[in-house]
């Protein structure tokens, strides 16, 4: 009974305190919204929400609590002049109410100068529904209104998908139970990877609430989720607060990462990017406290420092193996770790490609086939990487560095050629960029058809290729703008060196051409073929147009100003190239 009269005071004072936690957008670190909390009075048995809702469903008196708590959120959201959505937590029982459509109106919001269209109904998964068509019915009366939907606690209730299908909400939150140690749990990856597929298919948006730690975040935004709430972004206030700075910096570097990952291959991407550090034990740890530690955790592996130095591993599946035989418990329980575990692991430093690293790993006996890869950096313990990490991590790289490759050449398309020249400018390092155009190309294609234009364009990526690879081994980017145009970027600025490189392909590319001709179009210089009126015309050979520009890339303020300059360049070397009838060079220094 004394939390019915608690409850009773709470309601008639109106003594609830509500609280605003930020939902962000963590492409750009901004807010979107703010999910209102109600909490009951500080230091009261009622203070915690869930007892605060339990008394009040037990005693008769939760439309009255529900009524209040929003009421509350609004006038307070108003006066903290808040202008994202707000999200309330609404009972699937009481949004059907009567007494909610009357109390939840247009005119209702204007008072506090509240737009329908920022607010969103949370619904909780966690409550049963009897009647879908009617609850279908009512949501689509405040939809009509301009309010949204969010189903809350996603993955945790009854209903699950089937509640997600009937009520086709705007927004989905991922329970946290979901979002706890999912940098952990490969099988809770792939629940949310889905969830956030489901939403691009049908233009929901995806919130994963209950976010605590860096690993956690880290795991999300790699999953693609694009709206993240929890203690870690930012506790819940009564007072409106912006997101620290250090949280935005940590994100904004985890962007930048993920942009440069398509840069990467599996031959070049380090190992230690996927590294996931996991608490070390030393070596004189008993067998009993180790194998309570695997009870208690998701983690299938241990690794044995020694001043920081990984010496050594304990397998989860070795240790259970070792203390199920007869006389296991009597040999290892209370012995140390040292005794069990692998002297021998595979580690490896963090800058070595993962493709190397599985080559090694697969390379390992058979009964060591699936163990932690320990990364160590500057010699010391960094982290460790399971087997189902590398090879989805080789995958994913592969697949990604696939869908910005140019199907015929393999080299990196139009988005990574960009990402490339922002990355050079924002770095303002002192650059050549060249760019390659074929000359006379479409006569070509027109006059010998288009598996010959291909084999052309093959020949050409390969002559580029290769002399690049001459002179500067790995230490340039090659891109395939499309049709008869690419583009290279090199970090020197020596004119005379640059200039070699360029004659050389220039003089490779007329050489080899002429076995893509008959001998009577190599007699005449030229073929005829139709231009673009349509009109019949004599064209040159095909010939190599090398555009260069050596400059300060600090003075190139985006990739639009580099291909504007590339173009008046090319514009004079064509020229050139039209009258001597062979390929050519032009190259400016800014």
Known sequence: MED??????IIKNKSIRTFFQPIIDVMNSKIIGYEALSRGPKGLPLERPDLLFDAAERYGNLWDLEYLCRSLAIERASKLNIDKYLFLNVDPRIIRDRNFRNGFTRD????????SNMIIFE?????????YKAFREVLEHYIKQGYKIAIDDTGAGYSGIKLITETKPQFLKLDMGIIRDIDKDSFKQAVCRNFAHLCKLTNMKLIAEGVETKDELVTLINLGIEYVQGYLIARPSETIQDIQSDI?????GQINENNKNIFYTSKTFPIGKIARFDEPITKDMKCVKVKEMFNNSLCHGLVVVQNKI????????????LLSSIYGNALYLNKSVELI????????????PIAEVTHLAMSRQEDKLYDYVIVKRNEEYYGVVSIRRLLECTMDLELTYARHTNPLT??????????????????????????????????????????NGDKVIKLTSNIITDCLKLYLKDNYFLGHIGGDDYIAIIEEDDFEFINKICTEIAEKFDTHIKGFYTLEDIAKGYVISPNRQGELQKFNLLSLCIAGLICDAKKLKTPHMVANILSKIKIECKSSCKLVNKSGIKIEIS
């Open 123 to 131: 619904i909780t998964e966690k409550t049963a529904i009897d009647d």
């Open 341 to 352: 575990m692998d002297r021998n692991p595979l580690i490896v430093d963090y800058n070595v």
């Open 310 to 321: 990984p010496i050594g591993l304990v397998m989860k599946n070795r240790i259970n193996m």
């Open 248 to 252: 935005k910096e940590f994100i904004k």
């Open 410 to 451: 393999g080299l990196p398309g139009n988005i990574l050629i960009e990402n490339t020249l922002s990355d050079v400018i924002t770095k303002g390092k002192k650059v050549s960029i060249l760019y390659f155009d074929i000359n006379n190309f479409k006569a070509y294609n027109d006059t010998y058809g288009f598996e």
């Open 108 to 115: 209702y919001l204007k008072q506090f100068n509240i737009d």
């Open 4 to 9: 019915k009269i608690i409850l009773e005071e």
